[in-house]
Protein backbone atom coordinates (compact mmCIF):
# COMPACT_ATOMS: atom_id res chain seq x y z
CA UNK A 1 0.00 0.00 0.00
CA UNK A 2 1.49 3.73 -1.13
CA UNK A 3 2.26 5.26 2.13
CA UNK A 4 0.72 9.03 2.08
CA UNK A 5 3.90 10.65 3.09
CA UNK A 6 5.58 9.25 0.46
CA UNK A 7 3.18 8.94 -3.10
CA UNK A 8 4.29 11.66 -5.42
CA UNK A 9 7.51 12.79 -3.62
CA UNK A 10 10.59 13.05 -5.68
CA UNK A 11 13.21 11.25 -4.47
CA UNK A 12 16.91 11.94 -5.44
CA UNK A 13 19.92 9.16 -4.81
CA UNK A 14 22.86 10.93 -5.87
CA UNK A 15 26.59 10.00 -4.62
CA UNK A 16 29.45 8.18 -6.28
CA UNK A 17 32.33 5.22 -5.02
CA UNK A 18 36.22 6.07 -4.73
CA UNK A 19 37.72 4.89 -7.93
CA UNK A 20 40.57 3.75 -5.21
CA UNK A 21 39.58 0.20 -3.64
CA UNK A 22 41.66 1.21 -0.12
CA UNK A 23 39.21 3.88 0.12
CA UNK A 24 35.75 2.22 -1.02
CA UNK A 25 36.59 -1.33 -0.25
CA UNK A 26 34.75 -3.91 -3.30
CA UNK A 27 32.64 -5.35 -0.55
CA UNK A 28 31.47 -1.83 0.80
CA UNK A 29 30.67 -0.12 -2.50
CA UNK A 30 28.47 -3.98 -3.55
CA UNK A 31 26.85 -3.33 0.14
CA UNK A 32 26.35 -0.02 -1.02
CA UNK A 33 24.90 -0.61 -4.21
CA UNK A 34 22.36 -3.67 -2.83
CA UNK A 35 21.08 -1.09 -0.34
CA UNK A 36 20.03 1.33 -3.05
CA UNK A 37 18.47 -1.38 -5.05
CA UNK A 38 16.32 -2.53 -2.12
CA UNK A 39 15.82 0.86 -1.79
CA UNK A 40 14.28 2.34 -4.78
CA UNK A 41 12.52 -1.13 -4.93
CA UNK A 42 10.76 -0.08 -2.11
CA UNK A 43 10.59 3.50 -2.92
CA UNK A 44 8.34 2.21 -5.95
CA UNK A 45 6.13 -0.04 -3.93
CA UNK A 46 5.35 3.30 -1.48
CA UNK A 47 4.05 5.24 -4.67
CA UNK A 48 7.16 7.48 -4.79
CA UNK A 49 9.18 9.06 -8.12
CA UNK A 50 12.21 9.78 -8.62
CA UNK A 51 14.27 12.28 -10.17
CA UNK A 52 17.70 10.42 -12.07
CA UNK A 53 20.87 11.91 -14.22
CA UNK A 54 20.85 10.29 -17.56
CA UNK A 55 24.65 10.53 -17.97
CA UNK A 56 28.00 7.73 -19.30
CA UNK A 57 28.63 5.13 -16.57
CA UNK A 58 32.15 5.36 -15.56
CA UNK A 59 33.49 1.86 -13.87
CA UNK A 60 36.21 1.86 -11.16
CA UNK A 61 38.89 -0.63 -12.54
CA UNK A 62 37.44 -3.40 -10.77
CA UNK A 63 34.26 -3.28 -13.04
CA UNK A 64 32.04 -1.74 -10.48
CA UNK A 65 29.75 1.88 -11.69
CA UNK A 66 31.33 4.58 -9.94
CA UNK A 67 27.92 6.01 -9.35
CA UNK A 68 24.39 5.05 -8.75
CA UNK A 69 21.57 6.25 -11.60
CA UNK A 70 21.18 3.32 -13.85
CA UNK A 71 20.87 1.35 -10.96
CA UNK A 72 18.52 3.26 -9.94
CA UNK A 73 16.47 3.27 -13.20
CA UNK A 74 16.87 -0.39 -13.99
CA UNK A 75 15.40 -1.40 -10.63
CA UNK A 76 12.73 1.22 -10.92
CA UNK A 77 12.26 -0.35 -14.65
CA UNK A 78 12.07 -4.12 -13.10
CA UNK A 79 9.29 -3.33 -10.12
CA UNK A 80 7.17 -1.17 -12.38
CA UNK A 81 4.23 -3.98 -11.49
CA UNK A 82 4.59 -2.74 -7.93
CA UNK A 83 4.08 0.46 -8.09
CA UNK A 84 0.49 1.34 -6.47
CA UNK A 85 -2.51 2.45 -9.06
CA UNK A 86 -3.08 5.77 -6.85
CA UNK A 87 0.35 6.91 -7.87
CA UNK A 88 -0.16 9.13 -10.84
CA UNK A 89 2.18 11.24 -13.10
CA UNK A 90 5.56 10.77 -13.91
CA UNK A 91 7.48 8.07 -12.19
CA UNK A 92 10.69 9.09 -13.19
CA UNK A 93 12.20 13.03 -14.03
CA UNK A 94 15.20 12.38 -16.24
CA UNK A 95 17.39 15.12 -16.23
CA UNK A 96 20.01 15.16 -19.55
CA UNK A 97 21.95 17.33 -21.43
CA UNK A 98 22.76 17.64 -24.83
CA UNK A 99 25.40 14.74 -25.45
CA UNK A 100 23.03 12.27 -23.29
CA UNK A 101 21.87 10.24 -26.20
CA UNK A 102 25.44 8.98 -27.41
CA UNK A 103 26.73 8.66 -24.10
CA UNK A 104 24.02 6.15 -22.93
CA UNK A 105 25.84 3.09 -22.01
CA UNK A 106 25.11 0.20 -24.38
CA UNK A 107 23.77 -2.49 -21.92
CA UNK A 108 21.45 0.08 -20.84
CA UNK A 109 20.02 1.23 -24.39
CA UNK A 110 17.16 -0.95 -25.03
CA UNK A 111 15.85 0.11 -21.19
CA UNK A 112 16.28 4.52 -22.15
CA UNK A 113 14.47 3.46 -25.17
CA UNK A 114 11.49 1.97 -23.48
CA UNK A 115 11.51 4.20 -20.67
CA UNK A 116 11.83 7.56 -22.36
CA UNK A 117 9.17 6.96 -24.75
CA UNK A 118 6.75 5.86 -21.75
CA UNK A 119 4.49 8.60 -20.03
CA UNK A 120 6.10 7.34 -16.99
CA UNK A 121 9.04 9.37 -17.60
CA UNK A 122 9.56 13.32 -18.54
CA UNK A 123 13.02 14.28 -19.88
CA UNK A 124 13.93 17.19 -18.61
CA UNK A 125 16.77 19.12 -20.74
CA UNK A 126 19.69 21.06 -18.96
CA UNK A 127 20.36 22.64 -22.51
CA UNK A 128 23.78 22.89 -23.38
CA UNK A 129 25.43 23.17 -20.26
CA UNK A 130 28.50 21.30 -19.62
CA UNK A 131 28.95 22.20 -15.97
CA UNK A 132 27.83 19.80 -13.68
CA UNK A 133 26.79 22.48 -11.54
CA UNK A 134 24.13 23.67 -14.01
CA UNK A 135 22.77 20.02 -14.58
CA UNK A 136 22.97 19.31 -10.59
CA UNK A 137 20.34 22.98 -10.47
CA UNK A 138 17.74 21.56 -12.81
CA UNK A 139 17.60 18.40 -11.00
CA UNK A 140 17.78 19.57 -7.24
CA UNK A 141 14.48 21.83 -8.54
CA UNK A 142 12.39 18.37 -9.48
CA UNK A 143 13.80 16.99 -6.54
CA UNK A 144 11.91 16.77 -3.06
CA UNK A 145 14.10 14.58 -1.37
CA UNK A 146 17.56 14.23 -1.36
CA UNK A 147 19.29 10.69 -0.21
CA UNK A 148 23.23 11.28 -0.79
CA UNK A 149 26.04 8.36 -0.48
CA UNK A 150 29.58 8.81 -0.44
CA UNK A 151 30.93 11.48 -3.04
CA UNK A 152 32.23 14.62 -2.96
CA UNK A 153 32.04 18.37 -3.49
CA UNK A 154 29.05 17.46 -5.98
CA UNK A 155 27.09 16.17 -3.29
CA UNK A 156 28.13 18.86 -0.95
CA UNK A 157 26.89 21.04 -3.89
CA UNK A 158 23.42 19.01 -4.06
CA UNK A 159 23.15 19.18 -0.36
CA UNK A 160 23.57 23.13 -0.23
CA UNK A 161 20.78 23.26 -2.86
CA UNK A 162 17.98 21.47 -1.64
CA UNK A 163 18.74 22.81 1.99
CA UNK A 164 18.42 26.54 0.65
CA UNK A 165 15.01 25.56 -1.31
CA UNK A 166 13.67 24.10 2.25
CA UNK A 167 14.28 19.98 1.45
CA UNK A 168 15.01 17.39 3.66
CA UNK A 169 18.44 16.11 3.18
CA UNK A 170 19.27 12.33 4.29
CA UNK A 171 23.03 11.57 4.22
CA UNK A 172 24.25 7.50 4.48
CA UNK A 173 27.48 6.71 6.12
CA UNK A 174 29.12 3.99 3.74
CA UNK A 175 31.88 4.22 3.68
CA UNK A 176 32.82 5.34 -0.62
CA UNK A 177 34.44 8.60 -0.39
CA UNK A 178 37.06 9.95 2.41
CA UNK A 179 35.30 11.15 5.45
CA UNK A 180 36.29 14.43 4.85
CA UNK A 181 34.08 15.60 1.84
CA UNK A 182 30.54 14.25 0.65
CA UNK A 183 27.98 12.44 2.25
CA UNK A 184 29.91 11.36 5.44
CA UNK A 185 31.02 14.97 5.92
CA UNK A 186 26.89 16.21 5.78
CA UNK A 187 26.39 13.36 8.07
CA UNK A 188 28.96 14.12 10.59
CA UNK A 189 27.92 18.18 10.46
CA UNK A 190 24.45 16.75 11.43
CA UNK A 191 25.85 14.84 13.93
CA UNK A 192 26.69 17.73 16.29
CA UNK A 193 24.89 20.48 18.52
CA UNK A 194 21.48 21.02 17.02
CA UNK A 195 22.02 20.36 13.58
CA UNK A 196 20.28 17.38 12.07
CA UNK A 197 17.24 19.91 12.32
CA UNK A 198 18.98 21.63 9.14
CA UNK A 199 18.96 18.42 7.16
CA UNK A 200 15.36 17.21 7.88
CA UNK A 201 11.86 18.14 10.03
CA UNK A 202 10.18 14.84 11.48
CA UNK A 203 7.09 14.19 13.19
CA UNK A 204 6.63 11.89 16.46
CA UNK A 205 9.67 10.34 17.85
CA UNK A 206 12.21 9.56 17.57
CA UNK A 207 13.01 13.46 17.37
CA UNK A 208 15.40 14.19 14.09
CA UNK A 209 18.39 13.47 15.91
CA UNK A 210 17.74 9.95 17.31
CA UNK A 211 17.02 9.22 13.40
CA UNK A 212 20.09 10.20 12.57
CA UNK A 213 21.25 8.13 14.90
CA UNK A 214 19.25 4.93 13.58
CA UNK A 215 20.40 5.37 10.05
CA UNK A 216 23.86 5.70 10.77
CA UNK A 217 25.60 2.77 8.43
CA UNK A 218 27.93 0.83 10.24
CA UNK A 219 29.78 -2.49 8.82
CA UNK A 220 28.03 -5.01 11.04
CA UNK A 221 24.51 -3.19 10.02
CA UNK A 222 22.69 -5.52 7.66
CA UNK A 223 21.38 -4.28 4.28
CA UNK A 224 17.90 -4.64 5.22
CA UNK A 225 18.21 -2.85 8.25
CA UNK A 226 20.09 -0.08 6.65
CA UNK A 227 17.08 0.40 4.12
CA UNK A 228 14.35 -0.11 6.99
CA UNK A 229 15.45 2.68 9.10
CA UNK A 230 15.79 5.08 5.71
CA UNK A 231 12.22 4.28 4.49
CA UNK A 232 11.09 4.80 8.32
CA UNK A 233 13.25 7.98 8.09
CA UNK A 234 11.17 9.59 4.77
CA UNK A 235 7.67 8.12 5.72
CA UNK A 236 8.60 10.17 9.24
CA UNK A 237 9.26 13.38 7.37
CA UNK A 238 7.22 16.50 7.86
CA UNK A 239 5.50 17.06 4.10
CA UNK A 240 6.44 19.99 2.50
CA UNK A 241 5.89 23.07 3.81
CA UNK A 242 3.54 26.01 2.64
CA UNK A 243 4.29 29.44 4.50
CA UNK A 244 1.31 31.92 5.16
CA UNK A 245 0.73 35.18 4.84
CA UNK A 246 -2.28 36.62 6.24
CA UNK A 247 -3.45 38.90 8.62
CA UNK A 248 -3.37 37.71 11.94
CA UNK A 249 -4.50 40.91 14.22
CA UNK A 250 -8.25 39.65 15.95
CA UNK A 251 -8.98 42.75 16.62
CA UNK A 252 -9.45 43.96 12.37
CA UNK A 253 -12.90 44.00 11.21
CA UNK A 254 -12.12 41.27 8.53
CA UNK A 255 -10.28 38.72 11.04
CA UNK A 256 -13.23 35.92 11.75
CA UNK A 257 -13.86 35.85 7.98
CA UNK A 258 -10.03 35.45 7.08
CA UNK A 259 -9.71 32.89 10.28
CA UNK A 260 -12.80 30.95 8.64
CA UNK A 261 -11.37 30.92 5.65
CA UNK A 262 -8.40 29.45 6.25
CA UNK A 263 -9.59 26.81 8.92
CA UNK A 264 -12.64 25.76 6.56
CA UNK A 265 -10.99 26.13 2.73
CA UNK A 266 -7.65 26.90 2.90
CA UNK A 267 -5.90 24.28 5.33
CA UNK A 268 -8.02 21.59 4.62
CA UNK A 269 -7.33 21.71 0.73
CA UNK A 270 -3.30 22.36 1.29
CA UNK A 271 -3.13 19.45 4.20
CA UNK A 272 -5.38 16.67 3.33
CA UNK A 273 -5.90 16.68 -0.15
CA UNK A 274 -2.33 18.34 -1.55
CA UNK A 275 0.27 17.13 1.37
CA UNK A 276 1.50 20.10 2.24
CA UNK A 277 1.98 21.79 6.05
CA UNK A 278 0.60 25.21 6.41
CA UNK A 279 3.33 27.36 8.50
CA UNK A 280 2.14 30.37 10.07
CA UNK A 281 4.21 32.03 13.02
CA UNK A 282 1.57 34.17 14.93
CA UNK A 283 3.71 33.70 17.84
CA UNK A 284 2.07 30.27 19.48
CA UNK A 285 4.26 28.41 18.14
CA UNK A 286 7.86 27.19 19.08
CA UNK A 287 10.43 29.05 18.04
CA UNK A 288 13.36 28.27 15.72
CA UNK A 289 15.05 31.53 16.17
CA UNK A 290 16.00 34.36 18.63
CA UNK A 291 13.62 37.14 16.87
CA UNK A 292 10.67 36.66 15.26
CA UNK A 293 11.52 38.86 12.03
CA UNK A 294 14.05 35.75 11.54
CA UNK A 295 11.65 33.14 12.28
CA UNK A 296 9.12 34.52 9.28
CA UNK A 297 11.76 35.02 7.01
CA UNK A 298 13.93 31.74 7.18
CA UNK A 299 10.75 29.98 7.38
CA UNK A 300 9.50 31.80 4.57
CA UNK A 301 13.15 31.81 2.35
CA UNK A 302 12.87 27.50 2.77
CA UNK A 303 8.96 27.44 2.01
CA UNK A 304 7.77 25.31 -0.84
CA UNK A 305 5.14 27.43 -1.83
CA UNK A 306 3.50 30.22 -0.30
CA UNK A 307 0.02 31.55 0.34
CA UNK A 308 -0.01 35.17 0.58
CA UNK A 309 -3.46 36.93 1.63
CA UNK A 310 -3.40 40.43 1.61
CA UNK A 311 -7.30 41.39 2.87
CA UNK A 312 -6.59 43.67 5.58
CA UNK A 313 -3.97 45.75 3.68
CA UNK A 314 -1.34 44.73 6.28
CA UNK A 315 2.31 46.14 5.74
CA UNK A 316 4.17 43.26 7.18
CA UNK A 317 1.77 40.47 4.76
CA UNK A 318 3.48 43.44 1.54
CA UNK A 319 6.56 42.88 2.77
CA UNK A 320 6.06 39.33 3.22
CA UNK A 321 4.36 39.40 -0.25
CA UNK A 322 7.30 40.91 -2.16
CA UNK A 323 10.15 38.68 0.09
CA UNK A 324 8.14 35.59 -1.82
CA UNK A 325 8.14 36.98 -5.06
CA UNK A 326 10.91 38.04 -5.12
CA UNK A 327 12.38 34.89 -4.50
CA UNK A 328 10.81 32.95 -6.77
CA UNK A 329 8.55 31.12 -4.50
CA UNK A 330 5.40 29.52 -5.96
CA UNK A 331 2.92 32.40 -4.86
CA UNK A 332 -0.75 32.50 -5.08
CA UNK A 333 -2.31 35.54 -4.15
CA UNK A 334 -5.87 35.91 -2.37
CA UNK A 335 -8.05 38.52 -0.95
CA UNK A 336 -11.37 38.70 -0.10
CA UNK A 337 -14.21 39.63 -2.46
CA UNK A 338 -15.05 43.36 -2.28
CA UNK A 339 -12.16 44.17 0.03
CA UNK A 340 -9.35 46.96 -0.67
CA UNK A 341 -6.03 46.52 -1.99
CA UNK A 342 -3.11 49.37 -3.23
CA UNK A 343 -3.17 47.25 -6.17
CA UNK A 344 -5.58 45.07 -8.67
CA UNK A 345 -4.53 41.27 -7.53
CA UNK A 346 -5.61 39.97 -10.75
CA UNK A 347 -2.79 41.34 -13.26
CA UNK A 348 -1.31 38.32 -10.56
CA UNK A 349 -4.01 35.79 -11.03
CA UNK A 350 -5.62 36.18 -7.51
CA UNK A 351 -8.14 35.02 -6.42
CA UNK A 352 -10.85 36.88 -4.97
CA UNK A 353 -12.29 34.18 -2.40
CA UNK A 354 -16.30 34.35 -1.28
CA UNK A 355 -16.88 34.48 2.72
CA UNK A 356 -20.07 33.01 2.08
CA UNK A 357 -21.17 29.76 0.05
CA UNK A 358 -21.18 26.75 1.16
CA UNK A 359 -17.68 24.94 2.20
CA UNK A 360 -17.79 22.42 -0.90
CA UNK A 361 -18.17 25.26 -3.45
CA UNK A 362 -15.21 27.67 -1.55
CA UNK A 363 -12.58 24.50 -1.65
CA UNK A 364 -13.61 23.73 -5.41
CA UNK A 365 -12.89 27.36 -6.08
CA UNK A 366 -9.38 27.66 -4.43
CA UNK A 367 -8.54 24.44 -5.76
CA UNK A 368 -9.49 25.56 -9.01
CA UNK A 369 -7.02 28.46 -8.79
CA UNK A 370 -4.26 26.42 -7.23
CA UNK A 371 -4.01 24.67 -10.41
CA UNK A 372 -4.57 26.89 -13.09
CA UNK A 373 -1.74 29.12 -11.80
CA UNK A 374 0.82 26.41 -10.04
CA UNK A 375 3.21 25.96 -11.97
CA UNK A 376 3.10 30.03 -13.21
CA UNK A 377 6.93 30.61 -13.76
CA UNK A 378 8.39 33.88 -11.59
CA UNK A 379 7.75 37.04 -11.63
CA UNK A 380 11.31 37.67 -13.67
CA UNK A 381 12.59 34.23 -14.52
CA UNK A 382 16.26 33.71 -13.86
CA UNK A 383 18.48 33.44 -17.20
CA UNK A 384 22.23 33.27 -17.33
CA UNK A 385 24.49 35.60 -18.78
CA UNK A 386 25.14 33.32 -21.87
CA UNK A 387 23.02 30.55 -22.77
Not at 65 to 85: E, Q
Not at 121 to 150: F, P, Y
Not at 240 to 261: I, K, Q, T, Y
Amino acid sequence: MAHPSLLGRRIHIAGSISKDPSTAAPQEAERARQSVELLVKELVARGAAFVVPIDAEKPREDGLPICFDWLVLKTIFNNLASRPASATGPLVFAVKHHKNEDQIPEQYEDLWTTMRSSDLVQIESAAHWNMNAKRMEAQARHGDILITLGGGEGVLFLANLYHDAGKPVVPLTFKLESATTGSQKIFDFASTSNNAKRLFLVEGAPNEHGWLNRIEVTSRKAVADCVKDVIGLVESLVPPRAFVVRLLNPSHPDFESVESFFDNVVQPVMENELGYRLTVVDGRQSYDHARIDEEIFAKLHRSRVVLADITGGRPNCFIELGYALGRGLPTMLMAKEGSDHPFDITTLSGHHWKATGSTVERRKAFLEHWNAIRNRPSLVPTEPLIP
